[in-house]
């Protein structure tokens, strides 16, 4: 089992969730966030801290937003990781809560 970061991190990415992971299994592109799953220790703490409510278990991701359980597993693979808080992107809280950002994710 794994948390999973889904739609509503891109263009966001507030990083509220990597200061928290005692794994340091997060891992950063230009504008979404992942978890690598093989890392990842199902602790659930991360899951309170995203102000844009973007994590999920893997088996509570929500209905149309399987596909980022791979999209995570894929990107943890290529990305760099990251463990501490940074800023969020500037244009965050005009994000945070649009749907569909999938178009955005810049790999
Ligand atoms: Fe890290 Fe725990 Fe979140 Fe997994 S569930 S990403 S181990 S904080
Ligand atoms: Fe993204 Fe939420 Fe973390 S917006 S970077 S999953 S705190």
Redesign the pocket.
């Known amino acids: 089992m794994t948390f999973v970061?889904t739609d509503?991190?891109i263009r966001?990415?507030?990083?509220?969730?990597?200061e928290v992971c005692p794994v340091d299994c997060f891992y950063e592109g230009p504008n979404f966030?992942v978890i690598h799953p093989d890392e990842c220790i199902d602790c659930a703490l991360c899951e309170p801290?995203?102000?844009?409510g973007?994590?999920f278990s893997e088996d509570e991701v929500p209905s149309g937003m399987e596909d980022y359980i791979q999209l995570n597993a894929e990107l943890a693979e290529v990305w760099h990781n990251l463990a501490e808080k940074k800023d969020p992107l500037p244009d965050a809280a005009e994000w945070d809560g649009k749907t569909d950002k999938l178009q955005f994710l810049e790999k």
Not at 12 to 18: A, F, G, I, S, W
Not at 49 to 52: H, I, K, N, R, T
Request: overall charge negative.
């Open positions: 970061v509503n991190c966001c990415k507030y990083t509220d969730c990597v966030l801290e995203c102000p844009a973007a994590i």
